[in-house]
């Protein structure tokens, strides 16, 4: 399994952006897909964007697209969450997961949580009216 450490999130106005990222580390080579949930309180843990490591290939919420985007550096080892025109419905941990290699015919279903390993710790982004 990836260790992940999210990073980046804090206070921002709305209407503002703000770059979360995802460092990963151990088990990089076995990574299938990253993605970021976020959870607001009182709410479940919500999808909200997906890569898949090796294509790029990206999917999102209806929420967020056009809004949000996702991108991996695999330099780096690290995913992204670049957040544009946020409102106060953004308002959440926002948690990043990693999905292990699929075993061929295997379906991988991205918005769900049972289907990632790894999970970091989340961090905090409120947007102020």
């Known amino acids: 399994q990836a260790q992940l450490v999210e990073s980046g999130g804090g206070l921002v106005q709305a209407g503002g952006s703000v770059k979360l990222s995802c460092a990963a580390s151990g088990q990089i080579s076995n990574t299938y897909a990253m993605a970021w949930f976020r959870q607001a309180p009182g709410k479940e843990r919500e999808f909200v964007a997906v890569i898949v490591w090796n294509s790029e290939t990206t999917y999102y919420a209806d929420s967020v697209k056009g809004r949000f985007t996702i991108s991996r550096d695999t330099a780096k080892s690290a995913a992204y969450l670049e957040m544009n025109r946020l409102n106060h419905e953004d308002t959440a941990v926002y948690y990043c997961?990693?999905?292990?290699?699929?075993?061929?015919?295997?379906?991988?279903?991205?918005?769900?949580?049972?289907?990632?390993?790894?999970w970091g710790r989340g961090t905090q982004v409120t947007v102020s009216s």
């Open positions: 997961a990693s999905a292990p290699l699929r075993t061929p015919g295997t379906a991988f279903f991205p918005t769900r949580t049972a289907g990632y390993d790894s």
